[in-house]
């Protein structure tokens, strides 16, 4: 069974930063794409970042050049990595990875959320 487990959220003021990481287990992660995504109250979850199991990357607009995703494919761990917090990057942070049959993505799994709150 598969299960995402994030960890690393908290409170913290303008302009700091936060680690997220995202521990995967009941399967072999290293060639599925996983990735983060983010739902403030009010509001539809979104992408934020997501890998290739080979490393490439990709952005939302509103975190590029503040956000780095990465991923330890020998651990089975995802991490994001956040500069320059703003209030608006408030919100529930989740892990995601690619429900993958035959190649095709059939659907998602997805942690159970971390609390990310920027205020001072």
């Known amino acids: 069974q598969v299960e995402l487990v994030e960890s690393g959220g908290g409170l913290v003021q303008p302009g700091g930063s936060l680690r997220l990481s995202c521990a995967a287990s009941g399967g072999i992660f290293s060639f599925i794409p996983m990735g983060w995504y983010r739902q403030a109250p009010g509001k539809e979850r979104g992408l934020v970042a997501d890998?290739?199991?080979?490393?490439?990357?990709n952005y939302a607009d509103s975190v590029k050049d503040r956000f780095t995703i990465s991923r330890d494919n020998a651990n089975n761990t995802v991490y994001l990595q956040m500069h320059s917090l703003k209030p608006e990057d408030t919100a529930v942070y989740y892990c995601?990875?690619?429900?993958?049959?035959?190649?095709?993505?059939?659907?998602?799994?997805w942690g159970q959320g971390t609390q990310v709150t920027v205020s001072s």
């Open positions: 995601n990875a690619w429900r993958l049959r035959l190649g095709l993505r059939i659907g998602d799994y």
């Open positions: 890998i290739t199991g080979g490393g490439s990357a």
